[in-house]
């Protein structure tokens, strides 16, 4: 039987909570039996009145970092880059992505990537992350959900304006594409004709309350993620 969660707290990053992900591979895999849960952590997120703030996220890496690295997304030019730098060398950043470790009733969220936010939003994020780590009975019941259902290695939260620097247009979503020989995720806008002739999984899922108030809706219209199975840059004939 599941313990029930009366204690947690937001760590700081732990360069080794994010080598133990799974690897992109082995996790879509789990979207088989895990999938129909999505909109039961989405539940959660409405019932609390964060869905303008997060989102749910397949766990996952594309690649290893080292014991001094952390994974940080920069904006350029409407689109996002993600890679590893030397924590010695990092710019402001902030994080968006979280992991929850359960340990029968205490519960620890571990970041996992960060983001080089521009100047004008940094306060707004900051007070998104105050918001969050407050919100102790919503963390409580999401990693205990987590916990219950055994996705702790599967899905965790992720912090909505992490996509902020990207801009959508009509039917477009977001397309997310490895180069795996320079440690490089680029994140980009892409039509939804696009994303469908390729091989992809969703891996980050938003909610609006349903009209009933009761339960949560997927917002299908404003893009969850695709993650591409293959690398862009250097694969060839398929992506």
Same mark, same amino acid.
């Given at each position: 039987? &599941? ?7 937001? !760590?700081?990053?732990? +360069? ?8 992109? +591979? ?41 014991? @001094? ?7 350029? @030019?409407?689109? +996002?880059?993600?890679?590893?730098? @030397? ?43 105050? !918001?969050?780590? @407050? +919100? ?30 990207? &801009? ?26 696009? $994303? ?6 969703? &891996? ?20 969850? $993620? ?14």
């Amino acid at each position: 039987m &599941t313990a029930a969660v009366r204690d947690v707290a937001v !760590r700081d990053y732990d +360069s080794g909570v994010f080598q133990r992900l799974n690897d992109f +591979s082995v996790a879509r895999g789990y979207l088989g039996h895990s999938r129909d849960y999505v909109t039961e952590l989405g539940d959660l997120i409405c019932h609390h009145g964060l869905h303008e703030v997060l989102g749910v996220t397949l766990l996952h890496k594309h690649f290893e970092i080292t014991g @001094d690295e952390m994974v940080v997304r920069e904006f350029v @030019d409407g689109v +996002s880059y993600m890679r590893p730098w @030397d924590v010695e060398a990092l710019p402001l950043v902030l994080p968006y992505l979280w992991k929850a470790e359960v340990d029968g009733g205490h519960a620890d969220y571990f970041p996992l990537e960060f983001c080089a936010y521009p100047a004008g939003i940094q306060d707004e994020v900051e007070r998104d992350l105050d !918001r969050l780590r @407050d +919100s102790v009975g919503f963390l409580a019941a999401f990693a205990e959900a987590l916990d219950a259902l055994g996705l702790r290695e599967v899905f965790g939260l992720a912090h909505l304006r992490s996509r902020d620097g990207l &801009t959508l247009g009509a039917g477009e979503t977001l397309l997310e594409t490895t180069d795996e020989v320079n440690r490089i995720l680029t994140l980009r806008p892409a039509r939804a004709q696009e $994303v469908e002739g390729l091989d992809t999984t969703q &891996t980050l899922w938003i909610y609006r309350p349903a009209p009933s108030r009761v339960g949560a809706v997927l917002n299908r219209g404003s893009g969850g $993620v695709h993650c591409a199975a293959h690398c862009q840059a250097h694969c060839t004939g398929h992506h």
